[in-house]
């Protein structure tokens, strides 16, 4: 695990780029604080910080082959290394290291770029073939592992991170303003596009090459999660199958293991099955907040861990702290993400480094896989309802949107739910909405509460100028499919995962466990759990019961029914104390500040009416232009380099 950086030249590279190189690196020394390593041709530099996981003494980076024909940097695991080294190496291939990673580069040699085909785990790599003179850079296929690229006058510069491009002064800090508009509507910025222009993400499952002599550029797509064939038989045995089987290799590790636990079913199974096959070796975490509310999830993760004897560490998240250090966590977030969970997953992630755990395992990508969230069900249900309406004949009625939803718990939506007619007014307006809107598009985002609290926040707070250079954007191409739907199960868990749990959970996973330079690993977007998935919802092809049932039913044996039964919460925190309480210290932020000075959002905008998805992107604005203005006087001040510069 580390992270990894480089920059391809269509001409010989200069000693000032290379430079710029290391300050890319330096600026990566959380995300690997053991060492660094680099390599360098005429046309090619690249470089990489190191967090020790496997083969701690030898696996330094940069890889070469026998022949040190070929260099590899890499970020990440490849969890079946073992199998393919026993493999490569009865073909004759010498190992120089232990390291899971090299496997990479033996592999290539034998198959070039279908290597991305072999390998197991959660990467992103830069390899250099220096017979080819040819370069290959590579993200995994659900995007665990980030890569952001940078193309301009003959330069392509790639980083693990967005910030180290802009604190090594490779981009400028500029706003895109789509991207913003995207950001309030999603509350991220959906990949490949980025906040910051000139720079964009490499999207997951996609390789790029460049053939240094011709400058010859190429980016392909080689993993799609639908591609995946069908699967008969009990959706229950083949899903617990793949479980097992990811659970043995995920734990590989030369150093010691935790799990983030809470009180629901995905983090339970998972740390029963690794607690059954390799007792002692798992420490579990779990969080709670001060006063207990009822999101504190202490107690009940305290009952499971006793039932299958884990040990566990039980801390404890102060609201003064959550305050204090929240434009710090927004910072190394480093994409603009509005989630109110960051300050949560930041802080297990520092306990879980204060215990001696480098390695820890999260329940990421379960909810969005099988359906655990309502309203993934719900746009199911809803792209369902279309496609009858502009079915030949329709079998889909006005009726059919016509239906009264259960009320919520809380107030501020209790009171929403009145004012919708229990559902009925929306319904109707849906019904209309579906009958005149292109039949060739999913119904997905568009009827969430983010999409709904964009229409009403942004006239309030933005610019009219901005609002109208945004008219015409499609925020919702990405849910064109022509009809007929033949897997509509398939294509909205493809489209969740391509967005919430992409942008939102994995890529808050690994920037905030990096931060506290923790590695996180994602047991269940593990591709071969996702390609079983997605078989046995081809097999299925059902818009009701949600999958969720088949994972429940696949660690039936492992859960007990206390946990089984107990109410879905989720990573959940006590917004309603967080919030109001960082708008009274950094509202003011709003008012007249980036956003403000970008076009953006009117001076003077109401922090109140702006709330927390306005004020998480200003304090991000913020500290980035901070980052743009560091100047370090030499290649030595790492510190300096990394040192949280507060804003206000």
């Known amino acids: 695990m580390c992270g990894i950086v480089g920059l391809i030249g269509r001409s010989p590279l200069e000693f000032k780029e290379r430079c710029n190189v290391q300050l890319l690196c330096d600026a990566l020394i959380h995300r690997g604080p053991d060492g660094d390593g680099s390599f360098s041709a005429p046309q090619f530099m690249m470089a990489m910080r190191r967090l020790s996981i496997i083969d701690l003494g030898g696996g330094w980076q940069p890889l070469y082959n026998e022949d040190k024909s070929i260099a590899l940097v890499a970020n990440g695991e490849v969890y079946n290394f073992v199998e393919?080294?026993?493999?490569?190496?009865?073909?004759?291939?010498?190992?120089?290291?232990?390291?899971d990673c090299e496997t990479i580069i033996h592999l290539y040699e034998e198959i070039g770029d279908e290597v991305v085909n072999k390998i197991r785990g959660m990467y992103a790599f830069a390899l250099y073939d220096t017979r080819k003179q040819r370069a290959l850079i590579v993200r995994d296929r659900m995007g665990e592992k980030p890569l952001y690229l940078a193309e301009q006058d003959g330069r392509i510069y790639f980083s693990s991170?967005?910030?180290?491009?802009v604190r090594a002064g490779i981009i400028p800090f500029e706003i895109d303003p789509v991207a913003v508009y995207e950001y309030f509507h999603y509350n991220y910025v959906p990949e490949p596009r980025c906040a910051i222009k000139g720079v964009r993400k490499l999207p997951a499952g996609h390789l790029l090459t460049v053939d240094l002599q011709s400058f010859k550029v190429q980016e392909r797509c080689y993993w799609r999660m639908e591609d995946a064939p069908p699967i008969e038989g009990d959706p229950a045995k083949a899903i617990r199958a793949e479980l097992e089987n990811i659970n043995e290799l995920i734990v590989r590790s030369d150093v010691p293991v935790g799990i983030a636990l809470s009180s629901g079913v995905d983090?339970?199974?998972?740390?029963?099955?690794?607690?059954?096959r390799?007792?002692?070796?798992?420490?579990?975490?779990?969080?709670g907040y001060e006063g207990a509310p009822r999101q504190d999830e202490r107690s009940a993760a305290k009952q499971f861990a006793d039932y299958i004897k884990l040990p566990l560490h039980r801390i404890e998240l102060r609201d003064a702290d959550v305050i204090d250090g929240f434009p710090e966590m927004v910072l190394v977030r480093d994409d603009p993400i509005s989630d109110i969970s960051g300050s949560g997953y930041l802080n297990v992630m520092r306990a879980a480094r204060d215990k001696g755990l480098r390695v820890m395992l999260m329940g990421h990508g379960g909810d969005e896989l099988f359906w655990g969230y309502w309203w993934v069900r719900e746009a199911l249900w809803r792209s369902h309802l279309k496609a009858g309406l502009h079915a030949s004949p329709p079998t889909t009625t006005m009726r059919d949107y016509m239906h009264v939803s259960k009320p919520p718990r809380s107030i501020p939506m209790g009171l929403r739910?009145?004012?919708?007619?229990?559902?009925?007014?929306?319904g109707r307006c849906n019904y209309r909405r579906d009958l005149t809107s292109s039949p060739d598009r999913l119904v997905h985002y568009e009827h969430s509460f983010e999409f709904d609290r964009a229409a009403r926040l942004l006239p309030r707070i933005a610019t009219r100028s901005y609002l109208e250079a945004m008219t015409g954007t499609d925020l919702l191409a990405r849910y064109a499919s022509p009809l007929p739907w033949s897997h509509l199960n398939v294509e909205i868990a493809r489209h969740t995962c391509n967005t919430y749990l992409l942008e939102n959970g994995l890529a808050q996973g690994d920037r905030l466990s990096m931060a506290a330079s923790?590695?996180?690993r994602t047991p269940l977007v593990d591709y071969r759990l996702v390609e079983t998935a997605v078989g046995l919802m081809k097999a299925n092809n059902t818009v009701r019961p949600a999958p969720k049932k088949w994972?429940?039913?696949?660690?039936?044996d492992l859960v007990p029914e206390f946990v089984m039964n107990r109410p879905k919460t989720g990573f959940n925190a006590p917004w309603r104390r967080w919030i109001p309480a960082m708008l009274d210290r950094y509202g003011h932020m709003v008012e007249d500040g980036e956003l403000v000075r970008a076009g953006i959002l009117r001076r003077g905008a109401a922090p109140r009416a702006a709330g927390l998805l306005a004020l998480s992107l200003e304090i991000w604005c913020r500290q980035m232009r901070s980052f743009a203005a560091y100047k370090p006087a030499d290649l030595s001040g790492l510190a300096a380099a990394n040192r949280f510069r507060r804003v206000g």
């Open 267 to 276: 983090s339970s199974a998972l740390a029963a099955m690794a607690q059954k």
């Open 417 to 426: 739910w009145l004012q919708n007619g229990g559902g009925l007014i929306s």
């Open 278 to 287: 390799f007792p002692g070796l798992l420490t579990g975490i779990t969080i």
């Open 161 to 165: 991170e967005m910030r180290s491009m």
């Open 518 to 520: 923790v590695e996180l």
């Open 551 to 556: 994972f429940r039913d696949a660690v039936s």
């Open 84 to 99: 393919l080294r026993a493999e490569l190496e009865s073909r004759g291939h010498r190992f120089n290291t232990k390291s």
